[in-house]
């Protein structure tokens, strides 16, 4: 036999050392902990240990281990009904100046940690929790867009002194009447210049009634933006719950999944989620004594007064709302061309660009304020213990600008830090859902099933590798011994990989894995039968092993490349648990074309290529 190569050997013995280091998180599992933060988004003090362990020992509770783990405190605990029955107690105590969240703490060694090998995270089905998939009513933000250019359009043309007869909604267009076709042609000829995002026609049997309606490509924008702003509110919503590592994310064209790890109470999720809130642009009264009135508790006729977030300093704000956050479009941070300083560039639909207008053409040079109003459903305890949810109005100024030029479609609010600009342009596309969602897949999986799925996934694929291993040693003797190990590694590599991208594991992803063990030991089967083939033929057995791992190269690379195109599609177009199976799939595949070409090779030039006469191999 041809030498094998050392740096082939060195390669493989590496890639084995660092798979295994990697790996070895999971063996050591996780402990179902409690984790304890600031609402604030503040450092916990150091004093908050001695407070949780009091709280623990009167309720007669016991932690693994109770530690500052970054801004954060965790507390760790032996069972799931422990920390349950913990983070109860412990949000009594605590009330609602800190977020105490459902979690699980890994128990990796910390030499471990160090080098930042990290166990796989845990799908849903396996760690228990709820899931809502939630579908946005995209056909009421059509709609809304439609009344809107019902009253913009006719409102503008009044402006222009382009007269019409008549204006009404038609379906999904604005139906435009006019006397002449003078002044039809002269509608036409600015609508179309003005908003490039509506289409134009006129009917046969009205010659002179012009209808205006939204183009495919603005419905899709109107679309994806109302998508994309419920999906920045829920996962706002979703945060005020205190959940680790929760998943909300769009899936499909008009649909947002939630899923929260950990958590039982389906009944709070939908309290939150279904949470009002809206954001108002109101003038600031200059002259008013917002201190005087903050202290009395009496305002002026026509004002009302409203406290910061940042500060709680007290402000005078005018009844009057300038626009609310429903007339909002858009909202994008950005840096501002003349003075380099951060910015947020802030889109109104026409109506609400029309009031903006109006109200800076008299007031330039005076503040307005953001006002963010939100209607929160917060949870406190009795004497008792048991859970009082009530309903609390939030009411708080998130900004307050100078009002430096006119402006009505876009304008720009400045003076902000590069976090503040961040925050503020989510807050303000956050403020309100951008239209209904309804709930249409609910399901809670509780943690003894999540442990059950576990236990069944993992002895399936213990299973399907013993009888495996079986079926090799016994039809390829020597030879399947090396496939087993060769799998063994291919395993290892995938576990590795899972660990390293930070993928999430569930149900379907172990039936990836099971589904890799056999295309792992595929890849064996067709080099051993073509060395089969190759003995067959009269050829020695040390040319028949080198003569079986070239010639099956190719078919292997086939097969797997068609697989792995496959899992690719799934990957770029799936969601959930089909991407979760196609990620497990993918990484088994390029695990088993290195494994079986270069792993059980290796072993086949280790155990026969120091042989100098061969007559047989126990491949038979």
């Known amino acids: 036999m041809r030498p094998y190569a050392t740096w082939k050997y060195i390669a493989l013995l590496v890639v084995t050392i660092f798979s295994t280091l990697y790996a070895l998180p999971n063996l050591f599992g996780q402990s179902p902990s409690v984790q304890i933060s ?37 507390v760790r605990f032996a069972d799931g009904d422990t920390q349950l029955h913990a983070s109860d107690e412990i949000k009594k105590a605590l009330g609602n100046d800190y977020t105490v969240a459902l979690s699980s703490s890994t128990n990796t060694p910390a030499w471990l940690a160090a080098i930042g090998a990290k166990p796989m995270a845990l799908g849903l089905d396996l760690r228990g929790g709820v899931h809502f998939l939630l579908e946005v009513d995209v056909d009421v933000v059509r709609k809304k ?101 929760p998943i909300v994310q769009k899936q499909g064209a008009n649909r947002i999944l939630v899923q929260l790890p950990g958590v039982q109470d389906p009944t709070r999720v939908k309290e939150l989620l279904s949470a009002t809130a809206t954001l108002e642009y109101r003038a600031v009264v200059e002259d008013g004594d917002a201190r005087g009135a903050a202290a009395s508790g009496i305002t002026p006729p026509g004002t009302e007064l409203f406290y910061t977030r940042d500060g709680h300093l007290p402000y ?55 006002l963010f109003r939100e209607r929160q459903v917060v949870t406190s305890y009795n004497a008792k213990g048991e859970a009082i949810r009530e309903h609390k109005n939030v009411d708080e100024i998130i900004s307050v600008a100078t009002v430096r030029g006119v402006f009505g479609k876009n304008f720009q609010t400045t003076g902000l830090g590069q976090k503040e600009a961040q925050n503020l342009s989510l807050l303000l596309k956050a403020g309100a859902l951008a239209a209904p969602v309804d709930i249409v897949e609910e399901r809670t999986v509780g943690p003894s099933l999540g442990a059950d799925n576990i236990r069944q996934g993992f002895q399936a694929a213990a299973l399907g590798l013993a009888l495996v291993a079986a079926f090799m040693i016994v039809y390829y003797r ?73 010639r099956a190269f190719l078919t292997i690379a086939d097969a797997n490349v068609t697989t792995l195109i496959a899992a690719i599609v799934l990957i770029a177009i799936g969601a959930g648990p089909v991407r979760g199976f196609a990620i497990v799939l993918a990484l088994g595949i390029v695990a088993s074309q290195f494994t079986a070409i270069v792993g059980s090779r290796a072993l086949a030039h280790l155990v026969f290529g120091r042989k100098a006469r061969m007559t047989d191999l126990p491949i038979w």
């Open 38 to 74: 600031q609402e604030s988004g503040d450092p916990v003090p150091a004093a908050i240990g001695t407070r949780i362990d009091s709280v623990l020992k009167q309720a007669q509770l016991s932690a693994v281990a109770s530690n500052a783990d970054g801004a954060n405190w965790t």
């Open 478 to 550: 020597v030879f399947g011994i090396f496939a087993i190990l060769a799998l063994a590694l291919n395993l290892l590599l995938l576990i590795t990989g899972l660990s390293l991208l930070g993928a999430t594991l569930s149900m379907p992803g172990i039936a990836g894995l099971v589904l890799t063990m056999g295309i792992a030991v595929d890849a064996n089967v067709l080099i051993y039968e073509r060395i089969r083939e190759e003995l067959r033929g009269g050829m020695s057995p040390a040319k028949a092993i080198e003569a079986g791992y070239d």
């Open 316 to 370: 005078l704000l005018k009844k009057e709302i300038i626009v609310t956050g429903s007339q909002l479009t858009n909202a994008q941070p950005g840096i501002d061309s003349q003075s380099g300083t951060p910015q947020v560039s802030v889109t109104l639909d026409g109506q609400g660009a029309k009031k903006m207008f109006d109200f800076t053409s008299g007031n330039v040079g005076k503040p307005m304020a953001v």
């Open 145 to 245: 867009a439609i009344e809107n250019y019902v009253n913009e359009l006719p409102a503008t043309l009044r402006k222009e002194d382009i007269r019409y007869t008549g204006r009404r909604q038609a379906g999904d267009a604005v139906a435009l009447d006019f006397a002449d076709q003078a002044k039809f042609d002269a509608a036409k000829q600015y609508i179309s210049s003005n908003y490039r995002e509506l289409a134009l026609s006129s009917p046969p049997s009205s010659p002179l009634t012009l209808e205006a309606r939204i183009t495919d490509v603005e419905a899709k924008r109107i679309q994806d933006f109302a998508v994309q702003q419920n999906l920045i509110t829920l996962r706002n919503r979703v945060n005020q719950l205190g959940v680790a590592e």
